[in-house]
């Protein structure tokens, strides 16, 4: 377990730099940019070096021995999506390390948050921090899972400027590292719905009450066999079968759904949806809590959908402190209120961090191997 404090540690130290040159970040940025930049090259490293993991690691290590071809992409049975296959290809076609396939999708992934993080979060060092329990959950364990949620995160500007076409692009682009990306498409809707507090507690109330009497299966099931789609279901089900711990039922009092719907609630109060980005921003939020309550017999789907829109809080709460920060507060009352909000964000972070640590293996270098 130790190993994987590095990089909490140091994420964390460095959001401490920046809160205690909070003046040097408003004149210069550079405590907030310099340490964004590294904190985005440490976790790199450290998810691209990992000689172990647990999910589909050692998977996507071998499984790329084969595609030798540019025609092997398209044409294989390794159950494997296209993205990953070209991402083999190209370590083939290099002659690279086969080690060279998870530090890709990991450059992918990472840097495409990365790219979030630069365009909509004014404190990039705190939006890293939050990051970290998807980084732990996804990136070290998931990474196609992980490529697909960063990918669909590039959608945003399509998103907010209504670009219907370069959004399916994206999402296209996304399910080509897994299918799970589908589950984005109500993305491109949320800039335009506003739903007040008491709407939005009485949707969570509602799914609530339909989880609680273990109606999701059936509702699903009802809703695809009207439109012929009954396969699907079948997959839906042999999916949430075939996996051994995440195939279990959550649980509706995990701290998880608990801070989440924190976050969601700290946001929707904060009043920040006068543009499209707080509206969409919040709404993501809302929806992230609805698909954790709703596929709550499935632990899975909680833990590997909801992520889909669960992501964008690392953007969201910088955003909210932000737009808080701009309030007239003195200058004591505004520093003693940063400090809180950050050491919440901390608690937060280690909470969920420590949650997605938990199955983790031994963390181990890699072995230089070839294909």
Known sequence: MLPYLIPVIFVFVVNILFLQNKRIYLKKKRVCSDGFALSLIVLFLFAAIRGNGSGDYFVYLNAGRNIKSFADIFHNNLHMDVAYCFLAWIVNFLH???????????????????????????????????????????????????????????????????DLKKFLIILLLASLFHPEALVGIALYFLPSV??????????????????????????????????????????????????????????LYDPRLFLAFLVFLYAKISNIEHDRLGKFLVNSA?????????????????????????????????????RAGRRKLNAEIAGQYTKIRFLAVFLYTILSAAYAMEPSVPYTLFKIAYW
Request: proline fraction near 5%; charged fraction near 10%.
């Open 96 to 162: 690279l390390p086969s080690q060279a396939v998870i530090a890709l999708m990991n450059l992918v992934s990472i840097g495409s948050i990365g790219v979030l993080i630069k365009r909509y979060s004014n404190i990039p060092v705190l939006s890293v921090l939050i990051f970290l329990p998807f980084y732990f959950q996804f990136d070290m364990h998931a990474a196609r899972t992980a490529c697909a949620i960063s990918v669909l995160t590039l959608a945003v500007p399509y998103i907010l400027k209504r």
């Open 286 to 322: 809302l929806v992230n809590v609805v698909l954790m309550i709703f596929f709550n017999q499935h632990a899975v789907f909680v833990y590997r959908l909801s992520p889909f829109y669960g992501i964008f809080s690392i953007v969201l709460l910088p955003v909210v402190f932000d």
């Open 194 to 251: 506003y739903i007040d507090l008491k709407s939005s507690l009485m949707i969570i109330l509602f799914i609530l009450l339909i989880s609680i009497l273990k109606l999701p299966d059936q509702i699903i099931a009802f809703i695809l066999e009207n439109l012929g789609l009954e396969s699907i279901y079948g997959r839906f089900i042999a999916y949430a079968a075939k996996s051994d711990g995440p195939s279990k039922a959550a649980r």
